[in-house]
Each structure stands twice: as C-alpha cells, then as structure tokens.
C-alpha cells in the first residue's frame, strides 16, 4: 500500500510559478512511477506528468510541455511539479498518483493523495 499527500497549491497569478510536493509513505513507496494529474472544473481528469522509479524517465502532457517540471527525491518519498508561467486554464485540482507500471493512462494508477487545489488568475 502506498499512501499519497499533496500539498503546495494556492492562488497565484498568471505567469507566476508554483511547486507542487507529494509526500508519500509506504512500503514500496520509493520503487514506483509518480504521476501528477489535474481535473478542472466539469472536465475529466488529465495526465500531467509521470516520473520512473528512479528518475530516469520522465514524460509530460503535451499542454504543459517546458512549463512543467516533475521530479523526486527517493531518500525524502516527496514528488515534485514545478509550474511555471501558470495560466488560467492551468486551474484545477492537482492530484498525485503511484504505480508499479508505466504511462499517461489514469488506470494505470491505483494509488492516488487527496489533490491539491491551484487557481490561477489573469
């Protein structure tokens, strides 16, 4: 079992950054794939960002494409989304996510925090 929390989220500006953090606990909590999605309002939730096990891979939703940055510090079981040049439309709840597989689909993820929420304003 993994247990995830986010925290980090707020409100922010357009064109301001933010870093999301996802700590988590667990006993294989440092050997999975961390994901981030988000979900707005009246829409479906959407892959953001994954991360490998160890680091090595990362892979990233096409939307936020050099304005989103994940990472992982292993030692510390935090996972990272750094945000820059927030928009609007970047507003959502941001929800952490483990997996002991590979990808961009929600199904792949059965361990999921509680999500954070991020507004941003123009």
Request: glycine residues 10%; contains cysteine.
């Amino acid at each position: 079992q993994v247990q995830l929390g986010e925290f980090g989220g707020g409100l922010v500006q357009a064109g301001d950054s933010l870093r999301l953090t996802c700590a988590a606990s667990g006993r294989t909590a440092s050997t999975n794939t961390m994901g981030w999605f988000r979900q707005a309002p009246g829409k479906e939730r959407e892959f953001i960002a994954a991360i490998s096990a160890v680091g090595v891979r990362t892979l990233y939703a096409h939307a936020v494409t050099g304005r989103v940055f994940i990472s992982r510090d292993n030692a510390k079981k935090t996972v990272y989304l750094q945000m820059n040049s927030l928009k609007p439309e970047d507003t959502a709840v941001y929800y952490c996510a483990a997996s002991t597989d590979w990808g961009t689909r929600r199904s792949l993820y059965p361990y999921w925090g509680q999500g954070t929420q991020v507004t941003v304003s123009s």
